[in-house]
């Protein structure tokens, strides 16, 4: 019980933290209609520059500065490149990102080496928030979920309450009528992309402390943010909540089940044969746990092509 | 196909048959290797170029088949129903099947959420792959022998080379016949207008099932090939690298052409074949190359090389642009690969285990002792890469001003 209560902890800030990467994605994605491949790249980069800045200006000021200049760097691709193959098409720009993806994990591999970084959490923040049964719970990850829920909280009243946030909002649907209200549209899309790079930086800069820090770290959160927004609907906030949620509570609670095709056979008394033929069929799920958010992507795709919460096309 | 070009692409497949006497066995090795790339990216175009579809996981096809080929072959012994020279149709099986389920799935939905889905299939098939020892092999991998089959002994270079010229010469033959079909222009039609495809009576989703399943056959034919000249497979073929590789060739190339993809593969692959001596960050060269070509060549070197030829007899050529334009982009090559491989060398974890206590050693490029902490190490790739951007700049200012005026 009290593992499954872990279990349910740990999937729940996994998730929140996928959210944080996957919101900024949706944002941009329903704001230009650009899919930005090197989103989850600037969540490397968050993680990659708070370790390096750390050593200087200490942990608060890194984890705060490290996005800032992430989101600098997103605004700066925006205007010198994306604005310029814009005229291209929207499959262009999903390919220039692409590229750029493959330039950093590069640039990242060129400076800190094809390996592990040493980023860890630090001292003052390592200790149990509570204690359950025996299990000690880290506060770190409490904290990793304070802040992610924090963003939503920030992010979510300046959509709705604020003056930016209906220029913003109404920019998705009418970008012309806005511009032509007298906003300046490139500006907000600008300021969408920086805002989404900063929320994918935090959360690297975040979680690189507690989860590993290496050049690939891009590349496996990058497919499951691809999979928690063809999940939820691309360009829904709310569908990437419940997406990411579900993905990381999912995952999360897999990792201890130890159950195979084999020994599900064994009610229909199929199991001894499927144990003969071995390979898929005996796979545990818990060993198997990071393939699950795919089958859940492709149950959904069956069930409801345009995701959970997603506009039919 | 022009009676021109005809002749142009037989004079080619002419050169490639008498290649292997003309160049030694380190480069006969490297053109096996641009063959293969060069039919991976031409099935991967045929996908993502004509019908229109980005896929980022083509290499779970050329994984899978690879692997087929090496069953095959432990299987076969390169006798009975598959010698071989036959291995390859077991790639070509697999690359099928697969091709019909993950098509089936992810040309459901269009546009991004395809290229998501592709790269998620692959991904899952990435992940699974380490846990299933008995058909992937482990983290060992599988590997297998070619055996003599037709008279042939498969033993030399020379015969493998032209086993998998064959099979590439067919293969992308069958690709390009198939443009012809009227199965392919639908296939245009697909990428054109899919709505109107479909007011059309077309079963659009059939359409994108079989256009994949025919890019997934032919690029387990590739990686069959692939497993044929290695002799192995092992599961690091899933590898996100290779479906990263596919797309950036085929894109550097140029995909609005049929022959640029292979092209865009085939010099690629040679680059990285010469220069796997001299630098580890190709991929970081080939990154930023298809960056610049996406930016400033939307249609890819070959077909802007294309766009050109057919268009020069209208424009006439202002030598002098193109010359300063040209010596702008080699200072900025020189500047940028400068600071890569001094950053790279600096870097590196074996540089850091030579540093002792306030002793920076110098690296060695080009011939030359460079330190560290020295201005010139530094000035001299900046001072390039500035001068290239400058005079580029500069030749565009002052072309634009000369059309202004005319």
């Not at chain 1, 939820?232 to 990792?255: F, N």
Request: charged share 10%; with cysteine.
């Amino acid at each position: 019980m009290d593992q499954i209560l872990f279990a349910l902890l740990n999937g729940a800030i996994y998730g929140l933290l996928l959210f944080m990467v996957s919101a900024g994605l949706t944002l941009i994605f329903g704001m230009m209609g650009v899919l930005n491949f090197a989103h989850a790249s600037f969540y490397m980069l968050g993680a990659y520059l708070a370790y390096t800045l750390q050593p200087l200006t200490g942990f608060w000021l890194a984890i705060i500065l490290a996005p800032l200049i992430v989101a600098g760097l997103g605004i700066l691709v925006e205007r010198v490149i994306l604005r310029r193959v814009h005229a291209y098409g929207h499959a262009h720009e999903l390919l220039v990102t692409f590229g750029l993806s493959v330039v950093i994990a590069e640039i990242i591999k060129i400076f800190y080496g094809n390996f592990p970084v040493e980023y860890r959490v630090p001292a003052e923040l390592q200790f149990s928030a509570f204690e359950i049964g025996g299990g000690s719970y880290p506060f770190y990850r409490l904290f990793m979920g304070g802040v992610a829920l924090m963003m939503f909280a920030l992010l979510y009243l300046m959509l709705t309450r604020t003056r930016i946030g209906i220029v913003v909002r109404s920019a998705i649907y009418r970008p012309r009528m806005v511009e032509a209200l007298g906003h300046n549209v490139p500006m907000v899309f600008m300021g969408v992309f920086g805002v989404g790079a900063f929320l994918a930086g935090l959360a690297g800069a975040v979680a690189g402390a507690f989860y590993t820090t290496n050049p690939n770290m891009a590349l496996e959160l990058g497919v499951m943010v691809f999979v928690v927004v063809v999940v939820g609907g691309l360009g829904s906030l709310g569908g990437a909540m419940i997406a990411s949620l579900l993905i990381g509570v999912v995952t999360s609670l897999a990792v201890g089940v130890k159950v195979s095709i084999a020994s599900l056979l064994d009610f229909i008394g199929l199991g001894d044969l499927a144990r003969d033929v071995g390979g898929i069929f005996v796979l545990e799920l818990s060993s198997v746990a990071a393939t699950l958010p795919f089958f859940l992507m492709l149950l959904v795709l069956l069930a409801r092509p345009s995701g959970l919460l997603g506009e039919k096309e | 196909m022009t009676l021109k070009r005809s002749l142009l692409v037989l004079a080619v497949v002419a050169v490639l048959a008498v290649l292997p006497y003309l160049v030694s066995e380190s480069m006969t090795n490297a053109a096996i290797q641009m063959l293969i790339a060069a039919l991976f990216a031409s099935a991967f175009s045929l996908l993502c170029g004509q019908a229109g579809m980005l896929s980022f996981g083509h290499a779970a096809y050329f994984g899978l088949g690879s692997f087929a080929a090496v069953h095959a072959m432990n299987a076969f012994n390169g006798e009975g129903l598959l010698p071989t020279p036959l291995i390859p149709l077991a790639g070509a099986g697999i690359g099928l099947l697969a091709g019909i389920g993950a098509g089936w799935f992810s040309t459901k939905r269009a546009g991004v959420y395809f290229a998501m889905i592709t790269l998620a299939l692959a991904e899952l098939l990435h992940a699974l792959a380490p846990h299933l020892k008995d058909t992937f092999g482990g983290e060992a991998g599988i590997s297998s022998f070619r055996m003599a089959a037709w008279g042939f002994d498969f033993g030399s270079t020379i015969q493998v080379y032209y086993l998998v010229l064959a099979w590439v010469v067919g293969s992308i033959l069958l690709l390009y016949l198939l443009t012809l079909t009227p199965f392919g222009r639908l296939t245009l039609g697909l990428r054109e207008n899919t709505h109107r495809l479909r007011f059309l009576g077309y079963n659009t989703h059939a359409l994108g099932t079989a256009v994949f399943t025919i890019s997934a056959m032919f690029a387990g034919i590739a990686g069959s090939l692939q497993a044929v000249n290695i002799e192995a497979a092992n599961y690091v073929v899933f590898d996100a690298g290779i479906s990263t590789t596919v797309v950036l060739n085929s894109f550097i190339g140029g995909v609005g052409t049929f022959f640029g993809p292979a092209i865009g593969a085939a010099v690629m692959t040679f680059f990285g074949h010469v220069t796997s001596d001299m630098t580890r960050t190709w991929l970081l060269y080939q990154g930023l190359i298809f960056v610049l070509v996406m930016m400033f060549l939307p249609r890819g070197i070959v077909g802007e090389a294309a766009e050109w030829l057919k268009n020069r007899k209208s424009r006439h050529l202002a030598i002098g642009p193109l010359f300063f334009r040209l010596a702008g982009l080699v200072l900025i090559a020189f500047g940028a690969i400068a600071a890569i491989e001094l950053a790279q060398r600096f870097f590196s974890s074996d540089y850091k285990a030579t540093v002792s206590l306030g002793n920076w050693p110098p690296v060695t490029f080009l011939g030359r002792e460079w330190l560290p902490f020295a201005a010139t190490t530094w000035i001299v790739p900046l001072a390039l890469l500035g001068a290239g951007v400058a005079l580029t700049l500069i030749v565009n200012r002052h072309t634009a001003k000369a059309a202004g005026e005319a």
